[in-house]
């Protein structure tokens, strides 16, 4: 970069999690609520969709044929999910990556679980879902959700300046034009970071 150059901004949406409105699962089996999207759902072949749902009951999951699906467990024990001879778990605070075109079927294992699940375009974003314990830089390019579940999360970069999430807030970066970092700001804090990076075309 010239001196010249204009310094990259990072514009940030800060909400709280509390504000998001619920969306009733069609077959009844939970809600879900969305943090962050960049298409009007199944139409945009690059399309990607953030959100956190709330499965109360065993029974199916929504079929998104065409997308990738990336599942992290906040609260309660797991999911089992099955279709076929096919199954995958999804234990606490790990990031799974499945297929979103199966029409899974889900066993809780335990009781109700709060997931936040990630669905892209396949092939056409490379997805992380990790819990912060640490400071971590977050690159330019591509999209970038912070969630601070408890406790408070520090924010720096670009012209955007710096962002204090509060305990039950999240900031959407939609494009992320100069190097965030994040941090926990409180001991103890539950920082959990969202990165959706475009795949390069061959």
Request: charged share 15%.
């Amino acid at each position: 970069m010239s001196p010249r150059d204009p310094v990259p901004m990072n514009t940030v949406n800060v909400r709280a999690l509390a504000a998001l409105p619920p969306e009733a699962w069609r077959n009844g089996g939970g809600v879900t609520r969305t943090l962050a999207t960049n298409a009007n759902a199944n139409a945009d072949a690059d399309a990607w969709r953030v959100s956190i749902a709330e499965v109360e009951r065993d029974g199916p999951y929504s079929r998104f044929a065409g997308m990738t699906r990336v599942s992290f467990v906040l609260r309660g024990a797991g999911v089992v999910l099955r279709e076929g001879a096919l199954e995958v778990s999804l234990t606490p605070n790990e990031a799974v990556e499945y297929t979103g075109n199966a029409a899974w079927d889900a066993r809780l294992v335990g009781g109700a679980v709060t997931v936040l699940n990630v669905m892209s375009a396949a092939q056409k974003y490379r997805v992380a879902v990790r819990p912060l314990c640490a400071s971590v830089t977050v690159d330019a390019g591509g999209v970038a959700l912070v969630l601070a579940l408890d406790g408070a999360c520090d924010i720096g970069g670009g012209l955007a300046g710096h962002t204090r999430l509060a305990s039950g807030e999240y900031a959407t970066f939609a494009d992320v034009r100069a190097p965030l970092a994040v941090a926990p700001a409180t001991p103890g804090a539950r920082i959990v970071l969202v990165t959706l990076s475009p795949v390069a075309s061959p």
